[in-house]
């Protein structure tokens, strides 16, 4: 029964094979017929297609939670309620100040003079940020602040946290002309006998309190104080001071789109700048402001995309050198230039095809532009080497038709297994990898037809001229010497031969298969192979699922200094995220906060949140604010937990949002009329550094697991454009992507197995031998298990960004093991005779596809941006390792254990060879040509 199955599939192939070269062999005809129609039209289809992206209308989707979070993610629908309830959160900058020599900037072994040229330094960067106006916003106008009194007129001063705070007496102002009273402070600091000891007393209020009456502890003012403890008010020193500033923000959604607060994050920029201009030989001014890392990430992105250029000149150089020969009239290196135009006419025509259809263009689209340009000329590789094997005897139209034939069954191979995982991967619930393989799959599909029809077109021409004797670039000359060797002595007068083998060919086709199948050396490759392998598949078990946005931060840019101090100093970016409860549907409203039951769930809401490992405080949370504010104004009628029940409740929430609580106001949503009861509200809390501990889904998990554990805190559904809500919940705008990582090894492990099954199909059709498939399938998924493992070598996470780059390992992974397999099946001989064969017939093609490839991408080693150092890194090894396993391991594998020979058949190139034979041309060998 199985050789029936062999038979059958080998008939398939057969005729696969055949009705491919006739087809390819009357294209070939057909483009020598009509040279210029192939080339004419081809480029103008592509250019057509371009016309698009450059018509009105046309975008970059730049916001990353329509990239990298699945759209059914319920943190949609979250999102909506929170934006429709509370709007955008406002932004908190922070400028870091050190000493330049690396000594603290306190310390009580300093003079008090000493300590206070510290505190000056701080007051300078925050009083030229005030004298800073942009399009008439300044950080007066748009600073967060509280009222102070029940006017609505008398207001605080900005909203920081930073020592100065501590020198800065209840300053109040009737307008948000200025933000802090800096002559007071100034005058403060300068009236202080011991600093240190004026520090110690802030800090002892426990806790200390900033303009809005927000806590203020050592760890929030001080980077690396002495003693650590927050409880210990105690300072005898830190290396580190900071100031934070809140900025009300006013980002919006315009049909659905985000819109940044643009004037905001200029000012931001414009701060920064005026600040790191700051003359100062004592101290460095470290901002990490939201407007320049917002700017200097797009920046990078751009400066990276600008690399494709020398990336064409490097390929260009290199495909130059492989076609080129020492003899004028046999060099073929014009060839070259035709060869990345058409790669180039390719980019064009993907990018365009696919804003005509529909699919969106991001940044991960960008690397479908690099990934082209190192595919796309190993076609052109194959057609030439097909065409120097091709006797020189026939005229240019057969040695063309000839040359594409025996190509066309390699190129389609290597093109539609490309196409096909590419397809598969769009089957995703990730857009970023739908889009960019939606974008691949076109790419790799233009070029292969550009390069069968354009690329042949040019060759047919190069091939006249090489009959009629003409030089190599200089078509019109025809030098006398056409026939002798370039670059050696005249008197030598080397005839040159033009079917002598290059150093490559004897490379892989001689010296590395005496090496490689010796019984020494196919038991070292094997060695290593299992051993690397083995690595990896354990490696690939510590790989982490891991999303930062920090990441898109160039290494060069000065905003690292600011990171590098939060994370060492700070205990790395704050996170917030807010508990929201209540909620209401046809004006019916789910909870009802005057009741001592609905109080007790809160204070047991606020009590297990901050008894999560996964938190650090809730100290923006309105619940614990206003029971401190009833107990501090000892209003009447509190109960022994410090509830207020009925009418009362409202009251006093009026008081304390109209007063001391009234940074509170933006968290919580009310009725317009009657006592205006509360609609929506949110407990703001800040999450530990769950990124260093790499449990960003395992907290976002947890705290929504607080929500659901008091459904009397909200009701049952929320309806919302994006879905329906179950109330209360926990969100936080970062959730969005933790929700992509909670599913990213899942989807990227099934696009992998998904777009494996699609190219084994067409493996076992191509190869017609299930033994031989089962192999090939085998180092496609070494190659896979190499990759995934050195992820964790080469200290690249799982994301979206990461998981792109997998789905491109499937189609490079198994093009140059199918062809090998391929060749091995179609030689003749012992095993070992037949893989030694098939080196020799691939070994020239797949080097220099692996090596055009790689050149294609070298330049990305010095990328700026995350998209493309993740792509570099992922891409070198995809290339590595498989032709490490296409070129090195399968043939020792097949040498040993490989199925036996296809019986020899006939092919199309024999029926041309009769048919030359009666038209009195010389015939050929009937060879298959594989790349």
């Not at 093109?415 to 939606?438: H, K, M, Q, R, W």
């Not at 790989?543 to 000065?558: G, L, Y």
């Not at 009251?651 to 304390?656: A, I």
């Amino acid at each position: 029964m199985s050789g029936d199955k062999e038979f059958f599939l080998d008939r398939f192939s057969h005729w696969i094979e055949h009705t491919l070269s006739r087809f390819f062999y009357r294209l070939g005809k057909v483009i020598s017929a009509h040279p210029w129609l192939f080339v004419v039209l081809p480029c103008i289809l592509m250019f057509g297609f371009f016309l698009r992206v450059i018509t009105p209308g046309v975008t970059e989707e730049t916001d990353p939670e329509d990239l990298y979070t699945p759209q059914d993610s319920v943190s949609f629908a979250e999102r909506l309620v929170v934006e429709n309830g509370f709007g955008y959160p406002n932004t908190t900058n922070r400028l870091f100040l050190k000493r330049v020599d690396g000594k603290n900037i306190l310390d009580r072994s300093n003079t008090n003079d000493e300590n206070k040229v510290g505190l000056k330094a701080l007051l300078t960067a925050y009083r030229q940020m005030a004298d800073i106006e942009v399009d008439g916003m300044t950080l007066a106008n748009r600073c967060s602040r509280v009222f102070l009194a029940d006017d609505n007129t008398t207001v605080s001063a900005c909203d920081t946290i930073s020592v100065l705070s501590l020198f800065s007496p209840g300053s109040s102002f009737t307008d948000d002309s200025v933000p802090a009273d800096f002559a007071a402070i100034e005058l403060a600091i300068d009236n202080s006998a011991n600093v240190m000891d004026d520090i110690v007393t802030g800090l002892s209020a426990d806790p200390a309190r900033n303009a809005v009456n927000k806590a203020m502890f050592k760890s929030d003012l001080f980077g690396k104080p002495l003693p650590v403890s927050d409880t210990d008010f105690t300072l005898n020193s830190a290396a580190t001071l900071v100031l934070a500033f809140t900025l009300i923000n006013f980002d919006t959604r315009v049909n659905g789109d985000f819109v940044k607060d643009q004037a905001r994050l200029d000012f931001e920029r414009e701060a920064s700048k005026q600040i790191r201009a700051l003359d100062s030989k004592t101290f460095v001014y470290a901002p990490l402001f939201e407007g320049d890392s917002d700017f200097v990430a797009s920046q990078a992105l751009s400066g990276d995309i600008a690399l494709l250029g020398p990336g064409y000149f490097l390929l260009l150089i290199y495909a130059t050198y492989v076609f080129w020969r020492r003899n004028w009239v046999y060099s073929y290196s014009s060839m070259a230039l035709v060869a990345v135009g058409a790669v180039g006419f390719a980019i064009l025509g993907m990018w365009g095809f696919g804003v005509l259809i529909g699919t969106t263009y991001s940044a991960t689209v960008n690397v479908a532009f690099f990934l082209l340009m190192g595919l796309g000329a190993d076609d052109a590789f194959v057609i030439m080497a097909a065409h120097r094997d091709v006797p020189r005897t026939f005229d240019a139209k057969e040695r063309v038709a000839r040359a594409l034939s025996r190509a066309g069954v390699s190129i389609t191979i290597t093109s539609v297994t490309d196409v096909v995982a590419f397809a598969a991967g769009t089957n995703t619930a990730l857009p970023a990898i739908e889009y960019f393989c939606t974008y691949a799959a076109f790419g790799v599909l233009f070029d292969f037809f550009l390069q069968c029809t354009v690329f042949v077109a040019f060759l047919y021409w190069n091939t006249r001229r090489e009959e009629e004797g003409k030089a190599d670039w200089l078509f019109c000359w025809k030098p006398s010497d056409g026939d002798k060797t370039c670059c050696t002595k005249k008197e030598d007068n080397v005839k040159y031969d033009p079917d002598q083998l290059c150093l490559l060919d004897r490379i892989m086709g001689e010296y590395l298969p005496n090496y490689l199948l010796h019984p020494i050396g196919k038991a070292a490759v094997l060695v290593f192979a299992i051993a690397l392998v083995s690595s990896s598949a354990w490696a690939s078990t510590q790989t982490k699922s891991r999303f930062n946005i920090e990441w898109f931060i160039p290494d060069s840019s000065f905003i690292n200094d600011g990171l590098d101090i939060q994370r060492a100093e700070f205990g790395g970016t704050p996170q917030g995220f807010g508990l929201y409860t209540g909620g209401q549907s046809n004006g019916e409203l789910f909870v009802d906060y005057t009741t001592s039951d609905t109080q007790t769930a809160l204070d047991t809401l606020i009590s297990d949140t901050l008894e999560s490992e996964y938190v650090r405080d809730c100290a923006n949370a309105w619940w614990p604010a206003y029971k401190e504010f009833l107990q501090d104004t000892s209003v009447p009628g509190l109960t022994p937990q410090g509830h207020l029940l009925g009418n009362d409740f409202y009251t006093q929430l009026d008081n304390f949002l109209a007063t001391s609580g009234s940074r509170f106001k933006g968290n919580i949503q009310r009725e317009e009329s009657g006592l205006g009861l509360i609609v929506l509200s949110a407990q703001r809390c800040t999450l530990e550094d769950v990124f260093e501990s790499d449990s960003q889904v395992e907290a976002m998990n947890a705290i929504r697991d607080l929500a659901d554990k008091h459904p009397e805190l909200g009701g049952d559904i929320y309806e919302t454009a994006r879905g329906t809500v179950k109330l209360p919940f926990g969100y936080d705008y970062v959730f969005l992507f933790s929700d992509g990582l909670a599913v990213i090894q899942q989807e990227t492990i099934r696009n992998i197995i998904i777009a494996g099954i699609a190219v084994a199909v067409v493996t076992l059709i191509l190869l017609a031998n299930i033994a031989a498939s089962a192999i090939v399938l085998l180092m496609l998924t070494m190659v896979d298990i190499n990759v995934l493992g050195f992820m964790y070598y080469a200290d690249v996470d799982f994301n979206s960004v990461s998981a792109v780059n997998l789905v491109i390992a499937v189609g490079l992974a198994i093009d140059s093991s199918v062809h090998i397999a391929h060749a091995f099946l179609n030689a003749q001989g012992t095993r070992d005779e037949r893989a030694k064969e098939a080196m020799r017939v691939l070994g020239r093609s797949v080097t220099n596809g692996a090596v055009s490839t790689f050149l294609a991408i070298v330049l990305l080693a010095a990328a700026e941006s995350y998209v493309f150092q993740v792509f570099f890194t992922l891409l070198a090894l995809i290339i590595v390792f498989a032709f490490f396993h296409g070129a090195i391991v399968l043939p020792v594998v097949l040498s040993l254990i490989g199925p036996d020979a296809h019986p020899p058949k006939s092919g199309f190139e024999d029926e041309m060879d009769k048919a030359s034979q009666e038209e009195g041309l010389k015939p050929t060998t009937s060879t298959t040509f594989i790349v």
